[in-house]
């Protein structure tokens, strides 16, 4: 039971699976006014949004959309809809989601895809999904914990009784999985059962007499039973989950001038970038830094998992004079464009239209413009360079060096041990995985790489995979055989590193488990040796997030309070300051 929270991070495990969309012709089609429901198909079970469209005078339309399966009975605004000619559209702007769809008289629907960072096949039919079953007694948190070869693995059920029927959704924060609709849930007296992920995993238990506790076990295909109890949680316990400390995060009234800005990125029409640059005191021009976000669909403020590392970076840099560039990604936040189908070289042009709109602005310092990565921002900026001579400096903060596909199974090897898996498990897996990528890598097209992963998934791979071996290949191998896949396992980090000749800081933890510092910065001190100005230092005790650790597994970005060790922060103003701050 695991997922992703970005595209690096256990790519065949991730919870979104991005699917084809069935082609269409513009019909004849019925009024989009009324309720329509339709379901996103992942990995971990499906998801059914339903659409609420109302016609007022003149023929205006509102609407709003629900996702029934994860938090029924709340309703998002839908913030532009139109429907014309057998074509509909909605765009859902405080999530940065839009739809495209037309209508298929043949099968009564609407049948387009849904883009929200990935692009997602969602076809609409009139009515609204059928209400749950209520189960009574169950309501609240449970908190629980299961151990697998020798890992502890936090788990917390939440469920809910709504006018719908009653919800359950499953979270193991080890693993990252948040959010996982619960199906079958059932109470037959003191007798409880559910299923997750497909309904692969089951959980079957007993409720004590008291109603505050439930002992039972997990199920899953090719794997151990493993047993837990769940308690109820305390309201404090709740709290620490929904509402985590975040004691670095930037708040009003700043030192400082904050000023929303936006740019076009001439290299693709349909993208409009939006972002916050931050002005130092005093009297300019000032240095500057661009902020390049990791790898998946990322705000400004590069947000997970309610850490805005990118806006503490900001705040401190230019604390130290530093003015600082950081933007929505394409098709996030207030940014326009689609990022589902962008690769790092395409969103190194974004990069590059950040920086051609910095050297306008008389405040900063032409000549002291750089750019930190971090993660696949560690790639996205040499990429960026290799065509832009004018950056002035490069901070790669966990940006890759080694070779792509050997760097995707270190990592899964890693992180998975840290999940649970025994070295057995990986062993068996990580052939499997080299020829997945090795299929795409060498296919000259998506298309073909898709058809060269399924013919390797046999039978025999998906039971060294731990998948049942009818369970449909397509919904893992889409995972890695986009566009941004494919040029992600052709690329050679190398290369455009060795070209640099501008001062670079290259910074990674030594418990980072996504880029591990053991592997990366020998070939990063390697690739920079004719640089007379680089800098590469491993930082201990400190993982992928650059946050002080213990072990630097997923499962403590959530639970670890500091968002960006402070001694980092101060090696990267320091640095830049040396170079570039006027004393």
């Known amino acids: 039971m695991m997922a992703a929270f970005d595209k690096c991070l256990m790519a065949l495990v991730a919870p979104v699976a991005v699917m084809a969309a069935s082609p269409s012709m513009a019909q004849e089609a019925?009024?989009?006014?009324?309720?329509?429901?339709?379901?996103?198909?992942?990995?971990?079970?499906?998801?059914?949004?339903?659409?609420?469209?109302?016609?007022?005078?003149?023929?205006?339309?509102?609407?709003?959309?629900?996702?029934?399966?994860?938090?029924?009975?709340?309703?998002?605004?839908?913030?532009?809809?139109?429907?014309?000619?057998?074509?509909?559209?909605?765009?859902?702007?405080?999530?940065?989601?839009?739809?495209?769809?037309?209508?298929?008289?043949?099968?009564?629907?609407?049948?387009?895809?849904?883009?929200?960072?990935?692009?997602?096949?969602?076809?609409?039919?009139?009515?609204?999904?059928?209400?749950?079953?209520?189960?009574?007694?169950?309501?609240?948190?449970?908190?629980?914990?299961?151990?697998?070869n020798g890992v502890k693995l936090r788990q917390i059920l939440r469920i809910r009784t709504v006018e719908q029927g009653t919800f359950a959704l499953y979270d193991s924060p080890d693993q990252l999985v948040i959010g996982v609709p619960v199906s079958d849930l059932a109470r037959d007296g003191q007798s409880v059962s559910l299923s997750a992920i497909r309904g692969l995993t089951k959980f079957a238990g007993t409720l004590s007499e008291s109603g505050n506790e439930l002992t039972g076990t997990w199920t899953t295909p090719n794997q151990p039973d493993v047993t837990t109890t769940f308690v109820r949680a305390t309201e404090a316990q709740i709290a620490a989950q929904q509402k985590p400390n975040r004691p670095q995060t930037p708040t009003e009234p700043f030192p400082y001038k904050a000023e929303e800005v936006a740019f076009d990125n001439p290299a693709f029409s349909e993208v409009h970038l939006a972002g916050t640059?931050?002005?130092?005191?005093?009297?300019?021009?000032?240095?500057?830094?661009?902020?390049?976000?990791?790898?998946?669909?990322?705000?400004?403020?590069?947000t997970l998992l309610d850490h805005k590392p990118f806006a503490v970076i900001a705040d401190h840099l230019t604390r130290h004079g530093i003015a600082v560039l950081r933007f929505d990604d394409r098709g996030v936040g207030k940014s326009t464009g689609n990022y589902g189908v962008a690769t790092s070289a395409d969103l190194a042009t974004d990069a590059n239209a950040a920086f051609a709109y910095l050297a306008t602005r008389p405040e900063i310092r032409r000549d002291a413009i750089g750019f930190i990565g971090h993660s696949e921002g560690g790639m996205i900026g040499p990429i960026a360079m290799s065509t832009n001579p004018d950056v002035a400096y490069f901070v790669a903060l966990a940006g890759p060096g080694t070779n792509l596909p050997q760097l995707m199974l270190s990592q899964r090897r890693l992180l998975t041990a840290q999940m649970g898996l025994s070295e057995e498990e990986i062993n068996k897996q990580e052939p499997v995985m080299a020829a997945l990528f090795k299929a795409i890598a060498d296919a000259d097209t998506p298309e073909a790489g898709y058809a060269a992963a399924m013919a390797v998934l046999t039978p025999e791979a998906k039971t060294a995979l731990g998948m049942p071996v009818d369970m449909d290949g397509a919904l893992v191998v889409r995972q890695v055989s986009g566009p941004w896949f494919q040029y992600f396992f052709k690329?050679?980090?190398?290369?455009?590193?060795?070209?640099?000749?501008?001062?670079?800081?290259?910074?990674?933890?030594s418990l980072d488990l996504q880029v591990p510092a053991k592997e990366n910065l020998p070939v990063i001190r390697e690739a920079l040796k004719d640089n007379p100005d680089a800098t590469v230092v491993e930082l201990p005790g400190l993982n992928h997030l650059f946050q002080t650790a213990?072990?630097?597994?997923?499962?403590?970005?959530?639970?670890?309070?500091?968002?960006?060790?402070?001694?980092?922060?101060?090696?990267?103003?320091?640095w830049i300051s040396q170079r570039f701050v006027k004393p």
């Open 30 to 148: 019925p009024d989009i006014a009324g309720t329509w429901s339709g379901k996103i198909s992942t990995n971990t079970g499906d998801i059914t949004l339903v659409l609420y469209v109302t016609r007022g005078e003149g023929g205006s339309l509102t609407a709003s959309i629900e996702n029934f399966d994860q938090n029924p009975g709340n309703k998002a605004a839908i913030t532009e809809i139109t429907a014309v000619d057998g074509k509909l559209a909605f765009k859902v702007a405080p999530i940065s989601a839009s739809y495209q769809g037309t209508w298929d008289e043949a099968a009564q629907q609407w049948k387009g895809t849904l883009t929200q960072g990935a692009e997602l096949p969602l076809d609409f039919g009139k009515g609204g999904p059928p209400s749950r079953p209520v189960v009574a007694g169950l309501d609240g948190a449970w908190v629980g914990s299961v151990e697998r």
């Open 277 to 302: 640059l931050t002005l130092p005191e005093g009297k300019g021009p000032f240095p500057a830094a661009i902020m390049i976000t990791g790898s998946g669909a990322q705000d400004r403020d590069e």
């Open 491 to 509: 690329y050679d980090p190398v290369p455009n590193l060795a070209r640099i000749k501008v001062p670079v800081l290259a910074l990674n933890g």
């Open 550 to 574: 213990k072990t630097g597994s997923v499962g403590e970005y959530r639970d670890i309070e500091e968002t960006f060790s402070p001694a980092a922060l101060n090696l990267i103003s320091d």
